[in-house]
Nanobody, 124 residues
């Protein structure tokens, strides 16, 4: 079973940057596609970004395109989310997730494993 642990969240002013990390417990991470989702208070968990196991393809929600970058280091069993030009509406708990699916990586239901989440708060 893959266990995931996020880190790097915190409080930042609007316009600032944060880099989230997701560490996996198993070597099998290298064969999983990975995603980042977020959930704001009172809202549904929504897709943020995804990356294929090779790192060759990335996908982003329109709301973060051009500001966020997803990447991975399979040797370190880690996935990252670089977040720039942060806005107050980016405030949420951010989750990383792993999937063996190869399509519709924007769908929450495609993911088999989830981390506990890390809080990101952007002040105006």
């Amino acid at each position: 079973q893959v266990q995931l642990a996020e880190s790097g969240g915190g409080l930042v002013q609007a316009g600032g940057s944060l880099r989230l990390s997701c560490a996996a417990s198993e070597r099998t991470l290298s064969r999983n596609n990975m995603g980042w989702f977020r959930q704001a208070p009172g809202k549904e968990r929504e897709f943020v970004a995804a990356i294929t196991w090779s790192g060759g393809n990335t996908y982003y929600a329109d709301s973060v395109k051009g500001r966020f970058t997803i990447s991975r280091d399979n040797a370190k069993r880690a996935v990252f989310l670089q977040m720039n030009s942060l806005k107050p509406e980016d405030t949420a708990v951010y989750y990383c997730a792993a999937t063996s699916a190869d399509f519709r990586l924007y769908l929450r239901a495609q993911y088999d494993y989830w981390g506990q989440g890390t809080q990101v708060t952007v002040s105006s």
